[in-house]
């Protein structure tokens, strides 16, 4: 049953978390300049820098440590980049066609296949299914990753590099919002969802003329059934670029991905650590492979242009 009701023919609240209650509305700017924007129903959140009244349990955590933790590339000095959702939501199509998939084709191997007489064609069609199956998994989980979005907080600008197009924004023209994605959610039928979305205007792209086009929408963070993670995102990334407080960042030397700890190694001795990291790996695939997926090789490359707006050279995702 949704939790997102309508109170009024313009206007849709959402459960109150934490002290956040959502209003969704239409309105005349997504109309005119969005995709399908007659009917999106949605948070605009910037322009306005709206500030999110979030109520912590603990309050360590009103420091919102695990959004960057979650979240970031890496925090720097004068910048900080934040991961989209086709990077940090990695765990979806790697359940879909690994776990889900596998267990699905290990039934069918032995309630169907088996009753294939010609061993042949039985073997090619068992260990086909799970060739495709676990490929699948690892091309879901291993694509190509995209650059995060670049907040500047020294330039008070934004940098996007999506479908081949850069897009520098000025940040008090940034435009995002939260918009409602209800989903079909197999049997349950259609399900709550919500996706923080930056809108893309065509007159901020610097290599392509894009005039007369609608925005471009990116999906920087989605959540089915809970919207805290999504206001909590954009409140993370408000109080960076405006510098509110109270809030995390750790300044990074190396890139925010996982790996051998060889600290922790020499701490605890070799001979210990490396069968415990073989032990890890496995398990790593299965609890935590969004983490995993940053490992991919195949990484997009920010242009040059950024590099020179930046004001030093980082790549990392």
Not at 271 to 283: D, E, G, R, S
Not at 296 to 307: M, N, Q, R, T
Request: with cysteine; charged share 20%; net charge neutral.
């Amino acid at each position: 049953m949704s939790q997102i009701k309508q109170v009024s023919s313009n206007l849709w609240l959402g459960p109150k978390v934490m002290g956040i209650a959502p209003q969704f509305k239409r309105t005349d700017h997504a109309i005119a300049h969005y995709p399908n924007g007659e009917s999106l129903i949605h948070d605009p959140v910037q322009p306005g820098n709206k500030k999110m009244p979030i109520q912590y349990k603990i309050k360590e955590a009103e420091h919102m440590g695990e959004v960057f933790e979650g979240s970031s590339a890496g925090g720097h000095e004068g910048y900080l980049d934040m991961r989209v959702d086709s990077v940090t939501n990695r765990s979806e199509g790697f359940y879909i066609m690994g776990i889900i998939g596998l267990l699905f084709w290990w039934s069918f191997h032995y309630f169907v296949l088996t009753a294939i007489e010609d061993e042949q064609v039985r073997n090619l069609s068992i260990y086909s299914g799970y060739v495709f199956f676990g490929v699948g998994a690892l091309i879901c989980l291993f694509r190509t990753l995209h650059t995060p979005v670049r907040f500047h907080k020294a330039n008070q600008e934004v940098y996007v590099w999506h479908k081949k197009v850069l897009y520098r924004i000025p940040w008090q023209e940034c435009e995002l919002s939260i918009r409602v994605d209800k989903r079909t959610i197999g049997l349950k039928g259609q399900q709550d969802g919500y996706q923080l979305t930056l809108w893309l205007n065509p007159k901020h792209a610097t290599n392509k003329d894009l005039s007369g086009q609608k925005h471009v929408p990116l999906n920087m963070f989605h959540n089915m059934d809970h919207h805290i993670p999504l206001y909590a995102y954009w409140e993370y990334v408000r109080r960076y670029m405006t510098g509110d407080t109270p809030l995390y960042i750790e300044m990074s030397k190396e890139p925010r991905v996982p790996g051998f700890n060889t600290e922790m190694a020499k701490s605890m001795g070799y001979a210990l650590a490396i069968p415990l990291f073989i032990i890890v790996v496995p398990l790593a695939f299965v609890c935590k492979p969004n983490k995993v997926a940053l490992l991919s090789p195949f990484k997009e490359k920010w242009p040059e242009e950024v590099h020179e707006w930046t004001g030093e050279r980082c790549d990392w995702h």
